[in-house]
């Protein structure tokens, strides 16, 4: 029997079927780390940060965690423009919104990383905490709270055979060095 899991990258099962997991639009600090929510788009949420934070370079890494070709590992991209970045995020939306089975991490050169993680949640690291009052500015003008996120146990990540060519489109879409 097929499973059908919602598209989010994190689902719950109910008793019934899988149920999508969306965190609400809160900032939680812990551990050093920001983390927040988002319950509309992931992808714009990340692009609007990126614009306000203004770097002139950014370096992607690419988590890959299951892979049904055997790719599987981190992959870091040579350095690229705002707009490179911005085209990326943009073209392979579909697959961080709704898969969760891989996380991406954004760093800027002046030592900002943001990360969207495989369980539909959004992180700054406490490598970057010099920039978490930013942010935290950042989304409380877009109407976020403080508030703890935690996730679900058990829970499941979803992964779309559908979207396994957009993991393979991943790889052609820059050069990629294993990490």
Request: some cysteine; charged content about 20%; overall charge negative.
């Amino acid at each position: 029997m097929e499973i059908r899991l919602p598209r989010s990258p994190l689902c719950v099962f109910d008793g019934q079927a899988y149920a999508p997991v969306h965190f609400p639009e809160l900032y939680w600090e812990d551990a050093g780390a920001l983390t927040f929510g988002s319950l509309g788009s992931r992808v714009d949420l990340v692009i609007a940060i990126l614009q306000a934070l203004t770097s002139r370079e950014w370096v992607l890494t690419y988590d890959l965690q299951t892979d049904d070709h055997g790719r599987e590992g981190v992959y870091q991209s040579a350095p690229l423009s705002e707009s490179q970045v911005i085209e990326f995020l943009q073209r392979f939306r579909r697959l961080f919104e709704e898969d969760g089975r891989q996380c991406l991490g954004i760093q800027a050169s002046h030592g900002f990383t943001l990360i969207l993680e495989d369980h539909g949640m959004m992180l700054v690291p406490a490598q970057s905490a010099a920039h978490h009052g930013e942010v935290k500015e950042f989304l409380i003008a877009r109407g976020y709270e403080p508030g703890e996120l935690s996730l679900p146990f058990p829970h499941l990540h979803s992964s779309h055979p559908d979207l396994t060519p957009e993991v393979a489109a991943v790889f052609e879409w820059t050069a990629w060095t294993l990490v």
